[in-house]
């Protein structure tokens, strides 16, 4: 009868207090009845039988924290062992309860609150709702609280985030409250705190706080050029903190405006940030400074790269078409020429099309092209590729095969991404950029669908790449389809069938 709420909130629990050098070691009354509460706890039954009866003694037990509490009304632990009990026993009215009273005592345990929303949230969801909003009132710091109210609302009841924007942006509303709930929503729910931001923006204009939010919003949402023009129309002077100079290098990463980027993200005191006690904003930036300084300085190179391939002008195309807009992509034969003929081949295969995209990884990549068993198609797998030029900049929009890190795992499948990755320059090849359309992509969410993949332009020769068969023996795709048509013809089993 043990659920997981019950282990969360135990694990929760405050420590027996540390005594000071100069006092005694004894324990105090308080320390050895709940050392007593404790021991018992993890003494009751653990099986989900039917017969063990796990319900009687954990009343008991629960009788006696509430003791506890009476005797030591300033202690959480009695609160803490009876709001725990309240859940294992599915008594919705002691789960209230315990609680209600543990957080008006300790009201720091935001642990136990979101513990106390989720019991609600499987059998009342109006209810979890109201709880939620209550702890938020309570404290309205809680960023733990306010994240997990947005997560609830964008998908449950987007609207009350709305309305809770308006009051508090409104004349008679907390402004402060309204730019610290605007940032959480931001990292929660870009594209509504984005529409909500411009809205607060036209009351509150010269508010900076509302603005580097409202961009955030963007940013999460992958309206980079939005966020960008946002940012870039603030005064410079008031861009000083190291996370707004961030936010305000990403928008320009994103576009490939690489020296802009390097120049805002250089320009922060990284000295003064590890001495402001900031410590998670400082392991971040010591991993993105280097990937900004290299894209910086493989920029020229890969543009060179570009030139190149406009002057040959004869570079395959593919048009794909994503919910009825259409995504243009370049491929790099000249570069990565087995992988670009895997591609096309799958393409005319029509293994892409009218599958949903496998995974959208917001703010990084979209992958396509997962196989559904009984597709009819052989298996095969592709051999790893070396550049045949120099390599190129790992960049959004581009186009690379996915696989994992087991030897010719890499297939049909390909990802395209949302933002740039130096940081896999030559760790992974990549075989085409989107010419037009990158805000297709960027735009994407999960359910999307891949409706065709049509190459629109080849060279003039076929396109018959070097794989894998299921067996991993080396042949041309041709071989593969020619045998598996030949099972097919026989009867016999395919390889995916087995």
Known sequence: MLIPLLITLLCIGTPTPINPPNESLTPSPADVAVAKLRKDYAALPRSNEPEVDWATPARTLRERARSFTDHYPNDPRGLEMEATLSVGLQDGIGVDDAFGRLLKLAPQKTTAGLTWTDYWMSRDPVHAFEVLEGLVRQRPDALLYLDRLFRILAVEDPQRIVERFNRLGGPDGDIEQCQ?????????????????????????????????????????????????????????????????LYLWSDTHYADHHFERARELIESIDMEALKTAERPGLFRRLGFMIPLRRTAAEMWPAEQQLRLEDARRNNNPLALLTINGREVVMELFEDDAPNS????????????????????????????????????????????????????????????????????????????????????????????????????????????????????????????????????????????????????????????ESR
């Open 340 to 495: 670009v003929a895997a591609f096309i081949a799958a393409a005319d295969l029509g293994l892409y099309d009218g599958h949903e995209a496998g995974q959208v990884h917001q703010g990084f990549r979209t992958i396509f092209g997962d196989r559904h068993e009984g597709d009819g198609y052989p298996i095969w797998s592709l051999p790893k590729e070396e550049y045949q030029r120099q390599p190129r900049l790992v960049l959004a929009g581009n186009l690379m095969g996915y696989s994992d890190s087991k030897p010719g795992s890499a297939d049909t499948r390909f990802y395209i991404l949302q933002f740039p990755a130096p940081h896999l320059n030559e760790r992974v090849i990549t075989y085409g950029r989107v010419v037009t359309g990158l805000d297709v992509i960027r735009e994407m969410v999960q359910g999307d669908v891949l409706e065709s993949v049509k190459i629109i332009r080849r060279r003039e020769h076929d396109y018959d790449p070097d794989v894998f068969d299921a067996d991993m023996t080396p042949m041309k795709l041709c071989e593969v389809l020619a045998a598996t048509s030949s099972l097919q013809s026989s009867g016999e089993r395919t390889p």
């Open 180 to 244: 610290r709930e605007l940032d959480i929503l931001a990292r929660v729910a870009g594209d509504m705190a984005g529409a909500i931001g411009e809205q607060l923006r036209i009351d509150h204009p010269n508010n900076l706080d509302i603005a580097i939010a409202t961009a955030r919003g963007h940013r999460h949402a992958n309206h980079f050029s939005v966020a960008r023009r946002l940012l870039d129309s603030i005064p410079e002077e008031l861009m000083t903190d190291p996370a707004h």
